[in-house]
């Protein structure tokens, strides 16, 4: 279980400094918010990993073996450009910027697929429930660092410093890979197989064992399921910013409760799983984190601060806890219910195609979150939020029934 906490910690970092500590950079630089907006588009690949995942299922270095290898590569990656990027000034040199952010992006997404992978290869399936809450937990700590600590220090040395100690916490993965994980006794050999049967297989094993029409409500399920959520949080960080707090507001009291309430939200939702099974979780879990992006709505209506005070700290504080336990509660249904539905001979094709589709629309749509706050401002856009998280929840009448609770897992 140790293991979860590492591959959580690794897979979190390089993502929340894009969603949070890259916003707070550009704003200091004085990009305006539908610039911000549109370099929120070099999330994609997040949303597309499942098209290269099967030739990381199928083809890999010798040297670590099929998934250690692929982590160190992109860990050592990841470490490089996380510093690199700060080297380049956004004002004048924003292609720059935006193209490194996406091979962040590029090689946190490649790391994603294969610890979701390892992680789902060495947990039983008794042992998946407390796995993930593990993972997602560990995943949320590792937001503190670019959502917290690091916007902390900005405030007092340059952001070239901050980015280079924000990249030097990748080394807790690159530990994790040559010391702590073991390679999971799978019987896979490399294929000389072309691609095409590499992606096809897998797809074509999950529609037979779950038939054509359920599969394709899975699918939908997925895409739609955390979209008004994952909209909502697209541009927090420069709403709080724009509400009138400072980096310092963010870094102690915005990531502080959000930490503590996904992680207590997270380890509530393990333990509630266990009593009701996924699938009533997942009616439970969706509903909290789509009631609790009404506190986005409630904030919003105040309009801009001019002087924060201990009152305004606090109205940040409950918005921030609220949004935090919805996304710790129903991340954990959804991780839980995503790897149930997976094959571990197909792990690393299968789990990526499930999170690509979750990740997909928010991130094709986050483009153009910048443009809508723009147009119509910050309380209708969190209206337009609340109401795409409805059909996600809809699709649970067809994928996950109330009175209908399946516990068993593909078997290999």
Not at 10 to 39: C, R, Y
Not at 133 to 162: D, K, M
Not at 348 to 372: H, R
Request: glycine letters at 8%.
């Amino acid at each position: 279980m140790l293991i979860c906490a590492f591959t959580g910690f690794n897979s979190g970092l390089p993502l929340f400094v894009l969603l949070q500590m890259l916003p707070v950079w550009l704003t200091d630089k004085h990009l305006s918010i539908e610039l911000i907006g549109a370099v929120t588009g070099v999330m994609l690949p997040y949303g597309l990993k499942f098209l290269w995942a099967p030739l990381l299922d199928r083809y890999f270095p010798s040297f670590l073996g099929r998934r250690r290898s692929w982590m160190l590569l992109s860990q050592v990656a990841l470490l490089i450009l996380l510093y690199i990027i700060s080297l380049f000034d956004p004002l004048t040199q924003l292609g720059t910027v935006a193209n490194i952010a996406l091979l962040i992006a590029f090689f946190s997404a490649t790391q994603d697929i294969v610890l979701d992978a390892y992680r789902r290869e060495i947990l039983s399936d008794h042992e998946l429930g407390l796995g993930n809450t593990i993972h997602i937990n560990a995943y949320r700590i590792a937001g503190l660092i670019p959502g917290g600590l690091s916007l902390y220090l900005a405030a007092i040395y340059p952001w070239e410093t901050v980015f280079l100690w924000t990249a030097l916490c990748m080394l807790a993965g690159i530990f994790m890979t040559l010391f702590l994980a073991k390679e999971p006794k799978i019987n896979v050999q490399q294929s000389n197989q072309p691609f095409y049967q590499a992606f096809w297989i897998p797809l074509q094993e999950f529609f037979q064992r779950k038939g054509v029409i359920q599969a394709i409500g899975f699918l939908l399920f997925l895409f739609l399921y955390k979209f008004g959520d994952s909209f909502a949080t697209t541009l927090q960080t420069k709403f709080i910013y724009d509400m009138g707090f400072s980096k310092e507001d963010i870094a102690i009291v915005v990531k502080s409760t959000a930490l503590w309430s996904s992680i207590l939200s997270g380890l509530a939702g393990g333990m509630i799983m266990l009593k009701l099974g996924i699938n009533r979780a997942l009616w439970l879990f969706g509903l909290v984190q789509m009631v609790t992006i009404g506190g986005f709505i409630w904030l919003s209506a105040f309009g801009h601060f001019d002087v924060i005070t201990s009152a305004e700290l606090w109205k940040l504080g409950v918005v921030i806890a609220a949004e935090y336990i919805g996304v710790g509660l129903g991340t954990a249904a959804f991780v839980a219910f995503m790897a149930r539905e997976s094959n571990p001979l197909y792990t690393a094709t299968q789990l990526a195609l499930f999170t690509s589709l979750s990740a997909l629309p928010s991130k094709v749509l986050g483009i153009l979150s910048g443009y809508v706050v723009g147009a119509v401002g910050y309380y209708q856009y969190f209206w337009f939020c609340l109401f795409l998280a409805i059909p996600g929840m809809l699709c649970l009448f067809w994928v996950a029934p109330l009175k209908q609770e399946n516990n068993k897992t593909s078997s290999v």
